[in-house]
Each structure stands twice: as structure tokens, then as C-alpha cells.
């Protein structure tokens, strides 16, 4: 049963439960020697409450949705007028013509005057006010209830969407580079260029698969970026220096995935010349309830005509981030002297 489904049977239950306890008042308040549940006492009782049920009920499922929804205030006071008016004349006549009260012979009977039933009337009509008040107060707080939660839900969608929309935008961003790699590869070793294809095989199929999951084990992930290291690592230079620290065991962690690869992926981008010294430092580790993430490169930006990637793998992590993980991630990135410093640390909430 869906959740508003149920929240309408709730409504319905706590409806019910009032209008019983309010109909059987009468077998639990009898006045000593004269109990309300019998008698003329009782047939006074129940029209009453029938009027006040007619009111409620009238307002809550025509007046205040036909009129005071559609903002017509003068038309949903002149109808409760009428519909008052009517109710109260229908009780009193039911209450002197149907259910006259006992008379009683230690007191003289004093005839009712036209001021009785004009107070008699009043009173009731003070009393259906309060129950108008009350249905207005009910509809329109079920009514917030449920823009609000009409509201959630659309913002819901609409957060999903966007991070569907920024995951997609990894793949090509990611594929974009590989392809790059292998394509320089295929000139220089086409050995090692069929293996990196090979090993593109099953990265492509974590991104488009398992990635697909809200979250995944830091030990998949794990898996497929020590498969991305090892193959842009294939058209490193000998001498560029390559720290790789990853977890070797997989604790069941879970995490959302390709959070971590756009850093990995500017450090081969931004970190490697073929004329100087380069060196690429990758760590990524457990530290009781958080998840550490640590890329270290010497720094050699491109200029402006590459525009392979054009920036947008920190910007998309920085907004999946704040997404996903609010108030419970660091990440400090930029130059220091001639070294790029990536840090990256996700409270994932369970160590």
C-alpha cells in the first residue's frame, strides 16, 4: 500500500474513532439518578451531534474546497449562514416537537417564550462556528500536509534527476581520457595498447553497471581505479614516480561510486611531463568512520587549446558531493609550490 493510501486510512480511522467516542458520551456521563443514555435525554443528545456532523462534514468535503480553496470567502460565509440557519431550525424543532423535555412536577412548567428558542439557537450557532473553525483548521491542515509532501517528492525527483544527469557526465568525461590513452598507446606499443583495451572492457562495464547503484563497496571501487592507474600508467614515462596506496580488502564499506576518479584522472592529466621530473602520489584508506582520499602530483597545466575535459570533473564532483554527502565531507584541492594537493574525506557514517 502506497504511503498516501495509507495516510488517508489514517485519516479515515481517526474520524471514525472521534465521532464514536463523541456518540457513545452518553454510556459513560450518566447524572446520578437520571443516566443519559436513556430516555428523552438521549433522543435530545443525538440529533445534536448529528448537526454537528452534518456541518463538519458539509464544509469539509464541499464548502471549504468549492469556496475558500477557490479563494470565494463572501460565498463559503453566505452558504455556512444558510446551512446553520437550517440545521439549527431542524434541531430546535426536533428537540420541542420530537424530544420536548420531561416535565417536572416539583416545578411549575414555565412556557417557552420566543426569547428561549432565539438563545436556545444562539447557543447552537456559537457551537457550529467552533465546528466550522474546526474543518477549516483539519482541510486545511491535511492540505499542507500534502503540498508538503507533493514538494518533497518533486524536489526528490528532481535532485535524482541532477545527479543522474552529473554521473552521466562522468562516463564520457572518463571514456574521454582512456580512449585518449590508448589511442597514444597504439603509436607506441600495440601490445600493451590491445591490453588496455582489454582492461577498458571491464571498466566500462562497472561504469555503466554496478556504478548504476546509489552506492557500492569501497572495495569495487577500489578495484576499478587501481584498473584505471594501471592502465594510464601504461603511457607514463619510465621515470615518472607512481605512489599507489589502495585498499587491498574488501571490508564492505559502501560509498556512492566514481567519486574519487576525477581527481585520479587530473593527476595523469595535469602531472606528467615528458621533459621533467613527474611524480603522481594516489592514496585511498579507511580512517574510522571516514573515507580518505589523497592525490599528490607534481603540476604541468595544459594550455588553453587542450580543453580535454575543460574542467568539469571538479565541478561535477564538488556539486555530487554536496548532494549526496551534506555537512559530511571535506575537500581541499589547489597548488602548493610546485605540487597539486587533492584531499578528499567522506563521513560515510558507519565504522
Known amino acids: 500500500m502506497r504511503t498516501d493510501e495509507k495516510t488517508k486510512e489514517y485519516t479515515w480511522l481517526l474520524h471514525i474513532a472521534i465521532w464514536v467516542v463523541l456518540f457513545g458520551m452518553p454510556f459513560f456521563s450518566p447524572r446520578p439518578g437520571h443516566p443519559l443514555h436513556g430516555g428523552v435525554d438521549f433522543g435530545r443528545f443525538i440529533p445534536t451531534l448529528v448537526s454537528f456532523l452534518i456541518i463538519f462534514y458539509v464544509n469539509y468535503f464541499f464548502l471549504i ?6 479563494k470565494r470567502l463572501g460565498m463559503f460565509i453566505l452558504w455556512n449562514v444558510i446551512l446553520v440557519a437550517i440545521i439549527s431550525l431542524a434541531v430546535h424543532f426536533t428537540h420541542r416537537h420530537l ?8 416545578r411549575p412548567l414555565r412556557p417557552r417564550t420566543a426569547l428561549d428558542s432565539i438563545s436556545f439557537i444562539a447557543r447552537n450557532t456559537v457551537i457550529y462556528m ?4 474546526v474543518a477549516v483548521a483539519v482541510k486545511m491542515t ?21 545527479l543522474t544527469a ?28 590491445q591490453e588496455a583495451v582489454h582492461d577498458l572492457s571491464g571498466m566500462l562495464r562497472y561504469v555503466l553497471y554496478e556504478s548504476e547503484s546509489p552506492i557500492v563497496t569501497l572495495g569495487k571501487e577500489a578495484t576499478f581505479l587501481g584498473d584505471y ?17 589502495l585498499p587491498s580488502e574488501d571490508s564492505g564499506r559502501e560509498i556512492a561510486p566514481l567519486l574519487f576518479i576525477p581527481l585520479i584522472e587530473n593527476a595523469f592529466k595535469h602531472g606528467i611531463s615528458a621533459n621533467e621530473p613527474s611524480s603522481i602520489k594516489i592514496s585511498l584508506e579507511e580512517d574510522g568512520g571516514y573515507v580518505s582520499c589523497l592525490v599528490e602530483n607534481t603540476f604541468f597545466p595544459k594550455d588553453e587549446s587542450d580543453r580535454s575535459g575543460s574542467g568539469i ?8 558531493l554536496e548532494m549526496l554527502y551534506p555537512n559530511a565531507y571535506s575537500f581541499e584541492y589547489g597548488k602548493v609550490r610546485n605540487v597539486y594537493r587533492s584531499n578528499l574525506r567522506i563521513n560515510t557514517g558507519n565504522s
Request: charged letters at 30%.
Open 99 to 106: 424530544f420536548p423535555m420531561p416535565v417536572n412536577p416539583g
Open 142 to 162: 491535511e492540505r499542507w500536509y500534502r503540498d508538503e509532501k507533493r514538494r518533497d517528492e518533486m524536489e526528490k525527483a528532481a535532485a535524482e534527476a541532477e
Open 313 to 320: 570533473g571538479i565541478k561535477n564532483l564538488c556539486r555530487r
Open 65 to 70: 474546497k468549492k469556496y475558500l480553496y477557490q
Open 130 to 133: 467552533a465546528i466550522i473553525c
Open 166 to 193: 552529473l554521473k552521466s557526465q562522468v562516463n564520457p568525461h572518463f571514456l574521454f581520457n582512456t580512449l585518449n590513452n590508448i589511442y597514444s598507446l597504439i603509436q607506441i606499443d600495440q601490445t600493451k595498447a
Open 229 to 245: 592507474i594501471k592502465l594510464m600508467s601504461m603511457r607514463c614515462p619510465k621515470d615518472v614516480k607512481l605512489e599507489v596506496s
